[in-house]
């Protein structure tokens, strides 16, 4: 299966890309230039020591993806879709974007449309089967490949069969995935992250995050 990373040459999506082809998965680093995606895609071949990603234009990206992750940030987030609304008809969009209003982080702020996933959805239609995940999982423990993420991953998606899709995909890149039910349940998701910012900032820390307990 391949996977595209839309913003794949950030600090979290380079972290993803990276775990989901060390786990197995084909995976596309996309950004708004190409050339900057294919050096990106050079550079974490590299650091794994093999060839296990291409880099290309987003929407050239997204089209050839079965799944597509967005790892952008709010500002970019509806030109981003806009740009590859068609290449991403019948498929899954996993969303992890958060809608942090800088430079007031650590406090929650709701768009328009209540959550990023949610806007997203509306955007796309129903031909588009979006899952909101990856929102509370600090990029300095993603990017630590050789070290355990201390966190779970929660899951909200209307569609249970995409969210079983992303579970797996989570797995692979060495995390546990928890259903966390339909998309409108992403408002409160989304809104956890600047709370963790707050957490990290008021005590001294880099990546707290959230442990679902009571679930072996």
């Known amino acids: 299966m391949v996977v595209a990373v839309l913003g794949g040459t950030g600090k ?15 995976v596309i680093v996309g950004s708004r230039d190409a050339q900057r995606a294919a050096d990106r895609a050079a550079e974490m071949n590299k650091e ?26 709010y500002s970019a987030h509806e030109p981003t879709l806009t740009s590859v609304k068609d290449a991403l008809k019948g498929k899954v969009l996993v ?19 209540k959550a990023a996933a949610l806007e997203a959805q509306a955007m796309l239609g ?4 979006v899952v909101a995940a990856f929102q509370n999982v600090s990029h300095e423990q993603i990017g630590e490949l050789d070290s355990e ?3 779970d991953v929660l899951v ?8 079983d899709e992303v ?3 989570i797995q692979a890149a060495g995390m546990r995935g928890i259903h966390a039910g339909p998309l409108d349940n992403a408002i409160a998701v989304e809104a956890l992250t600047p709370v963790l910012l707050f957490i990290n900032n008021k005590y001294g820390i880099k990546a707290s995050g959230i442990r679902i307990t009571g679930i072996d």
């Open 149 to 151: 993420v201390d966190c």
């Open 126 to 129: 129903d031909d588009v089967r």
């Open 156 to 163: 909200c998606g209307d569609d249970p069969s995409a969210r």
């Open 12 to 26: 979290e999506g380079s972290g993803l890309s990276m775990r989901l082809a060390r786990g197995g998965y084909q």
């Open 48 to 73: 794994l020591d093999g060839d296990y990603l291409t880099g290309m234009e987003n929407s050239a990206a997204a089209a050839a993806a079965d799944i597509v992750i967005l790892s952008v940030p």
């Open 167 to 169: 579970i797996q995909l």
């Open 95 to 113: 969303d992890i974007t958060v809608p942090l209003q800088p430079p007031k982080v650590r406090r929650v702020h709701l768009p328009p449309g």
